[in-house]
C-alpha cells in the first residue's frame, strides 16, 4: 500500500456514465437522477434502465430525457426479478472510459463522481471507492459504511494493487459506492449475476476483487444510501424476517468464496468466511430471539451447514465472539431453546456481551454452555473483555440510572479498573454524547453497582424528538478501556410526562430494544407529542401500503 494525495484534474470533457436502474420506483427516481445530473460536467450521461416499471415512473424518465439531453432511458418490457440484468444493461450502454453505479431511491452526494474522477486519473487506478452513508428516514439519522476501511476525510488516499494488501476490504460488499474503469470491467468480464439473484452485490465485488484492480480508497463521503424501514416495499437487506433472505445471502456468500477460490485467491477466500462469521452470522444471530421457532430452527441448520465447510484457518482468523458463536452452533444440530440462543444473542451484539451465569466444565474452565468452550477468554487483554452491564431508569424531571456491572470469570477486577463512565449517545437526533462519571461500589456476588442522575430536560432540549443509548466505559491500570452497551433485563416500556415551573414539559419513555439493551426517548411535550402520532400513524399507512 502507498499513501498518495489526488493530483491533478480530469480534463473538462465529461468521463463519466452514470447507471441507474429502476422499478415501480416514481416517489424517488427523479432525486436520483438529478443528484447524478448535479455532478456537473465530469457526468457524460445518466443511463436509466427501466426494469418494466408498472407505476409512474416512465412519464418522470421521460421528463427528466426532456429537459436533460445527458439522461438516456433502456425500458425493459418484462421485468427481470433482480438488480443484476438491468445494471448489465446499463454497463453494456454506458460510452465513457468510467462508470458509476446509482439505485433509484439513493442519491450520489455532492461533487461525488468529481472527486473519484480526479482521484482515478491521478493514480491510474482501476477502482476508487469512497464513504458511503446509511441516513435513516424519516429521521435522517447517518452511519458511514464500514468507515475504518477509508481514509479520514481530507487524509490522503490509500492505494492498494489488489485488496490482497488489506483483505478486510471484502466486507466493502457494496456496488454503488465506488467508480470503475469500465475497459477493467470489460476485460475481466466484471458483471452481476442475471435475473432474480439476490445479494448481486457480493458477487459482483467478488468478481471484481479475484481481478486484482488497483483500488485507491478516499475519505469523501460520495453515496447516501436511503434506509427506508417504513416502506411498504423493503429493499432485500431489510427483508431479514423471511428465513429465505438468509438462504439468499448464505449462497451468495458461497458464490463469493468460489469465485475467490477459483481466481487462486485461496487467502482472500479464507478471510471472506472469516468476514462471514464476524460480520453476516453475527448481524442475524442478534435478532433471532424475535423470530418465531420455525425459523429459528431453519436459519440454524442453514448457518450450522454452511459453517461446517469452513476449516479451521477462517476460525483462527475471526474474533473471539465470532469463533464462539461458529463453535456453538457447529457442536449444536438446534438450539437449545432459551439457554443457547440467550447466550448467542449477548455474545452477536457490538461490542460482544458475556452475561450471567459463568459456567465452568468439571476442570473449572470457562464454557460459553455445555460442551462450547470460551477458548482464549482469559488471554484477552482488558479492552477485548465481553462485559455485561445491566440498568434500570427511574424517571422523573431528573432521572435515576442504576447499574449492575457484572465481572466475567473475575477477569475485569484482575485486570483493575481504575475509572468508569455513563455514556448516553444519540440514536435519533443531532449526533451528541452526554456523560456521567460513575462511582463503583463492591457488589456481594462479583462485580459493582452504580448509580446516577440524568436532567431530562439537559436531552430535551437537544431537539425536539432524541433517542439515547447507553453504555458504560470502563478504564482499567494499563490504561486500555472496554465499552459495553447497557442490557435491559426484562423491560418494557415505561413512560412519564415530567414538568419544571413556568409549564416546561417533556415527554420521557425508557424502554428496552430489539436486541435487549436499555434505551430512552425524550420529547419536547408539545411538538414531541405531535411528533410520536405522526411517527406512529407513518408506521400504520406504511403497513397498509
Given amino acids: 500500500m502507498t499513501a498518495s494525495t489526488p ?3 480530469p480534463s473538462t470533457s465529461p468521463q ?12 424517488h427516481i427523479t432525486a436520483a437522477v438529478r443528484s447524478a445530473l448535479a455532478q456537473g460536467d465530469s457526468v457524460a450521461e445518466v443511463i436509466v434502465v427501466d426494469d418494466a416499471s408498472t407505476d409512474a415512473t416512465p412519464e418522470r424518465l421521460a421528463r427528466l430525457a426532456a429537459a436533460d439531453p445527458r439522461v438516456r432511458v433502456i425500458t425493459r418490457t418484462e421485468n427481470s426479478g433482480g438488480c443484476g440484468t438491468p445494471r448489465n444493461q446499463g454497463l453494456a450502454a454506458a ?8 439505485d433509484s431511491d439513493d442519491v450520489l452526494a455532492p461533487d461525488a463522481a468529481r472527486t473519484l474522477l480526479r482521484t482515478a486519473v491521478a493514480e491510474q487506478a482501476e477502482v476508487v471507492a469512497g464513504v458511503c452513508v446509511r441516513r435513516e428516514l424519516p429521521a435522517g439519522t447517518d452511519t458511514p459504511w464500514q468507515r475504518d476501511l477509508f481514509p479520514a476525510a481530507g487524509a490522503p488516499a490509500r492505494r492498494y494493487e489488489g485488496i490482497g494488501e488489506r483483505p478486510e476490504f471484502l466486507r466493502d460488499t457494496l456496488c454503488v459506492n465506488k467508480l470503475y474503469q469500465r475497459d477493467f470491467l470489460d476485460k475481466h468480464q466484471v458483471r452481476f449475476a442475471e435475473g432474480p439473484v439476490h445479494y448481486e452485490d457480493f458477487v459482483f465485488t467478488a468478481r471484481l476483487y479475484a481481478a486484482r484492480p488497483r483500488l485507491v480508497a478516499v475519505g469523501d463521503t460520495v453515496y447516501l444510501w436511503h434506509v427506508r424501514r417504513e416502506a411498504g416495499r423493503q429493499s432485500i437487506s431489510l427483508r431479514r424476517d423471511e428465513v429465505r433472505n438468509w438462504q439468499d445471502r448464505v449462497d451468495a456468500h458461497a458464490d463469493v468464496v468460489r469465485i475467490l477460490a477459483e481466481a487462486g485467491e485461496p487467502d482472500l477466500a479464507d478471510a471472506a468466511r472469516t468476514k462471514f462469521i464476524d460480520h453476516d452470522l453475527r448481524m442475524y444471530i442478534r435478532e433471532l430471539r424475535q423470530k418465531p421457532a420455525a425459523y429459528r430452527a431453519a436459519w440454524w441448520r442453514i ?15 475471526a474474533t473471539p465472539a465470532g469463533r464462539w458463536l461458529s463453535e456453538l452452533l457447529l457442536a449444536r444440530p438446534e438450539p437449545v431453546e432459551g439457554t443457547d440462543l440467550a447466550r448467542a444473542c449477548e455474545l452477536a451484539a457490538a461490542p460482544p456481551r458475556l452475561a450471567p451465569p459463568y459456567l465452568a466444565d468439571e476442570d473449572g474452565r470457562p464454557v460459553l454452555v455445555d460442551g462450547v468452550p470460551l477458548t482464549g477468554l482469559d488471554e484477552l487483554p482488558p ?5 455485561a452491564v445491566d440498568g434500570t431508569v427511574r424517571l422523573g424531571p431528573v432521572c435515576s440510572v442504576r447499574l449492575r456491572l457484572h465481572d466475567p470469570y473475575g477477569l475485569a477486577s484482575a485486570a483493575r479498573p481504575v475509572h468508569a463512565r455513563l455514556e448516553l449517545r444519540t440514536r435519533l437526533g443531532p449526533p451528541l454524547t452526554v456523560g456521567r462519571a460513575l462511582e463503583l461500589d463492591a457488589h456481594p456476588d462479583g462485580g459493582w453497582t452504580a448509580e446516577t442522575t440524568v436532567d431530562a430536560f439537559e436531552l430535551r432540549d437537544v431537539g425536539e424528538m432524541t433517542a439515547w443509548s447507553l453504555r458504560v466505559v470502563l478504564g482499567f491500570e494499563n490504561g486500555d478501556r472496554a465499552a459495553t452497551a447497557v442490557r435491559a433485563p426484562g423491560l418494557g416500556k415505561r413512560h412519564a410526562v415530567v414538568y419544571r415551573p413556568l409549564l416546561r414539559l417533556a415527554l420521557v419513555q425508557a424502554y428496552g430494544t430489539t436486541n435487549g439493551e436499555l434505551g430512552m426517548r425524550v420529547a419536547d411535550g408539545v411538538r414531541g407529542g405531535w411528533e410520536v402520532v405522526r411517527a406512529r400513524l407513518r408506521r400504520v399507512l406504511a ?3
Fill in 95 to 102: 460510452r465513457s472510459p468510467y462508470v458509476m453505479l446509482l
Fill in 543 to 545: 403497513r397498509l401500503g
Fill in 16 to 27: 463519466v456514465s452514470v447507471v441507474v436502474i429502476v422499478f415501480d420506483d416514481a416517489a
Fill in 303 to 317: 448457518a450450522r451447514t454452511h459453517l461446517s465447510g469452513f476449516g479451521p484457518a477462517p476460525l483462527r482468523g
Fill in 383 to 387: 479492552a477485548g473483555l465481553p462485559l
Fill in 7 to 9: 493530483g491533478t484534474a
